[in-house]
């Protein structure tokens, strides 16, 4: 098996635990013709000499290099994952340009799947209607979730403590937590604004701010620094000991594919609060799990998480059920077992 993408300070660690070979192509997540342009042409010229009968892509724009590459290289099965939309947050003239690039990496690819029922449907709905070629793995979701490596254990909660300590946090604190990237599209500034409105609590923000892509207002990043109940700490290779340092996690994303977060931290024990998107309002049954709510709401948001704080018996049902759903639906294994026979199934049929 070989992984292409581009370098970055996480690779060497990449490929130690997952035992692959690795290619680097320059790709770029923003809209670079001419680079792109180039990234095709590398890719075409490392699947040729590596001549794969599967080529698998993640992200849109790995989508777009990566089924161009693998068509114009005759690769008998070309898959694409449908791991998020940004065309779901846009409209006018950009919105109509990203639509026809989706259209384009699907109508080279064999295969595409969409890895949540909602993001299928959408699709469906909106811009591509064709059920020969699309399909959700498993109970969606891109790779499942590794249950034995996202479990609590003493070194974890050990390293829990001094987290909490080294930011000030004390043993009475409550704490919410968010993991990604530090951005607008990610409910950023509802998250902080509302955090005037809840002065009792904690916020452990972890997760680098990217301000190329979707910038915060001036005025939440001054309160990100300023706020002493505002934890920010950056990017994180491991966020397991952040998330058991928490007590629950807060994600007010506007759009998802199927969130890794989420079932992260229910794996580790933590009622969510996420929003009615897609993916997110799969691994979530509100009031059950977590609590869902609707996107760009600072006071829905805000009550959410009151109600975390103040019902004890909500938040210990929740947090009871957490774990066992995750394990049941999205175990890394299930989702496996379910791609390796799809591999199969299409290998027979097309080589």
């Known amino acids: 098996?070989?992984?292409?993408?581009?370098?970055?300070?996480?690779?060497?660690?990449?490929?130690?635990?997952?035992?692959?070979?690795?290619?680097?192509?320059?790709?770029?997540?923003?809209?670079?013709?001419?680079q792109d342009l180039y990234c095709i042409y590398k890719l075409y010229r490392l699947i040729r000499e590596e001549r794969p009968h599967i080529v698998h892509?993640?992200?849109?724009?790995?989508?777009?290099?990566g089924m161009i590459s693998a068509y114009l290289a005759r690769v008998p099965i070309r898959l694409h994952t449908v791991a998020g939309l940004p065309l779901m947050e846009t409209n006018g003239v950009k919105r109509?340009?990203?639509?026809?690039?989706?259209?384009?990496?699907?109508?080279?690819?064999?295969?595409?799947?969409p890895n949540s029922f909602a993001m299928k449907a959408f699709i469906e709905n909106d811009f591509y209607s064709r059920p020969d070629k699309m399909k959700v793995i498993g109970n969606g979701s891109s790779n499942g979730i590794n249950t034995d490596f996202f479990n609590k254990s003493d070194d974890l909660q050990a390293l829990a403590i001094k987290i909490r300590n080294e930011l000030g946090i004390t043993p009475h604190?409550?704490?919410?937590?968010?993991?990604?990237?530090?951005?607008?599209?990610?409910?950023?500034?509802?998250?902080?604004?509302g955090m005037k409105d809840i002065p009792s609590l904690k916020l452990l923000l972890v997760g680098p701010m990217e301000e190329d892509l979707d910038p915060l207002d001036k005025l939440v990043v001054e309160e990100?620094?300023?706020?002493?109940?505002?934890?920010?700490?950056?990017?994180?290779?491991?966020?397991?000991?952040?998330?058991i340092a928490s007590d629950f996690l807060v994600f007010p994303s506007y759009r998802e594919g199927f969130p890794n977060v989420p079932m992260q931290?229910?794996?580790?024990?933590?009622?969510c609060i996420v929003t009615d998107i897609n993916g997110c309002n799969e691994i979530i049954d509100d009031e059950v799990n977590g609590l869902i709510i609707p996107s760009k709401d600072k006071e829905?948001?805000?009550?959410?998480?009151?109600?975390?704080?103040?019902?004890?018996?909500?938040?210990?049902?929740?947090?009871a059920k957490a774990r066992g759903m995750i394990e049941q639906r999205y175990a890394q294994g299930v989702i496996w077992n379910a791609l390796e026979e799809e591999y199969s199934k299409l290998y027979n049929q097309y080589v």
């Open 1 to 34: 098996m070989v992984a292409v993408s581009a370098n970055g300070p996480e690779i060497a660690d990449f490929k130690n635990e997952e035992q692959v070979r690795h290619r680097a192509i320059p790709l770029s997540r923003k809209i670079t013709p001419f």
């Open 57 to 65: 892509s993640h992200t849109p724009k790995a989508g777009l290099i």
């Open 96 to 113: 109509k340009v990203l639509v026809l690039v989706e259209k384009m990496v699907y109508s080279f690819a064999t295969k595409i799947y």
């Open 173 to 193: 604190d409550k704490v919410a937590v968010f993991v990604g990237r530090v951005t607008g599209d990610k409910g950023i500034n509802e998250l902080v604004k």
């Open 224 to 243: 990100i620094h300023n706020n002493d109940n505002i934890k920010w700490v950056g990017f994180q290779n491991d966020v397991r000991p952040y998330l």
């Open 265 to 271: 931290a229910g794996a580790l024990g933590l009622p």
């Open 300 to 319: 829905a948001l805000v009550e959410a998480i009151l109600r975390l704080l103040n019902d004890q018996g909500l938040y210990e049902g929740m947090k």
